[in-house]
């Protein structure tokens, strides 16, 4: 497919990004008490295995969540930068920085689909750009803007074929079309790829998230979700509570998210 079929087709309806954050804002607590990954980490790894990491080296990580990733890339780097769009993700973030002595690190709260690569916190570019797990990258703007803002290695990782009966349920009860669409993101991104003369390499893994929480946190964080996508009535909240408690144990819903964690990769100087 030609980029400007690719472009044409790959774009994300206009979203509000103010309850999506308020979403994440929820999970900073659970996300924030996660191990830390180390240099044996697969994505650690790749990237290293890919990019030697010097003093000259910028890195930027468009949603970085509570900043673990950041911060262990930056080991060796002249600066990392992180963006994400939730206050408490980067607060836990900022705090994980201080522990870990990474004085060469910076959060800042942005929206990457607003940002522009000639603003002041992307204009110089970076040597590694990634997107890890991150919604950020949802149409061909912005993982077009990926491309621009980087000038090595370039990376992308999405969870596809997604399997979550806790969410189908809440989108059913509401009567919204899940428009998740990491599969076709990653599909479009490598064709955009190939077709701007780029030669993307991928990386495959199965991934388990597993989490129990009381109805009334999953409740709210679907909720929360389910705001970006359509109009919250008393009917519909209505709908979704009773989908939530019907999978309830107890008071507890036990949420299991399987996925194939796909890595596209690819250099800016191989062509």
Wanted: hydrophobic share 45%; with cysteine; net charge negative.
């Amino acid at each position: 497919m030609e980029p400007d079929e690719v472009r044409r087709q790959w774009r994300d309806p206009v979203r509000d990004s103010r309850p999506v954050a308020a979403m994440w804002d929820l999970m900073a607590d659970d996300f924030a008490v996660g191990p830390v990954p180390d240099d044996s980490d697969p994505f650690v790894k790749l990237i290293r295995d890919n990019w030697h990491i010097g003093p000259q080296t910028r890195i930027l990580d468009i949603g970085c969540g509570t900043g673990g990733y950041t911060v262990r890339l930056a080991a060796g780097a002249q600066t990392a930068l992180g963006l994400d769009i939730s206050p408490a993700m980067l607060r836990a973030a900022a705090d994980l920085a201080v522990r870990s002595g990474a004085h060469n690190v910076r959060f800042e709260l942005a929206d990457w689909n607003v940002l522009s690569p000639a603003g002041p916190l992307l204009k110089d570019g970076f040597d590694i750009v990634y997107a890890r797990l991150s919604p950020a990258i949802r149409s061909a703007a912005s993982f077009e803007k990926m491309i621009v803002c980087c000038r090595g290695l370039g990376v992308l990782t999405k969870p596809t074929h997604r399997r979550d009966r806790v969410r189908a349920a809440v989108l059913g009860a509401a009567g919204v079309k899940d428009r998740s669409d990491d599969d076709e993101a990653v599909r479009y991104a490598d064709e955009l790829l190939r077709g701007l003369g780029y030669r993307p390499q991928y990386r495959y893994a199965d991934d388990v998230w597993s989490l129990d929480r009381p109805v009334h946190e999953v409740l709210q964080y679907h909720l929360e979700q389910l705001a970006s996508l359509t109009e919250l009535t008393p009917a519909v909240v209505h709908k979704v509570a009773d989908a939530v408690a019907a999978l309830a144990e107890g008071g507890v819903v036990h949420e299991r998210i399987a996925s194939v964690r796909t890595t596209l990769f690819w250099r800016m100087d191989r062509q």
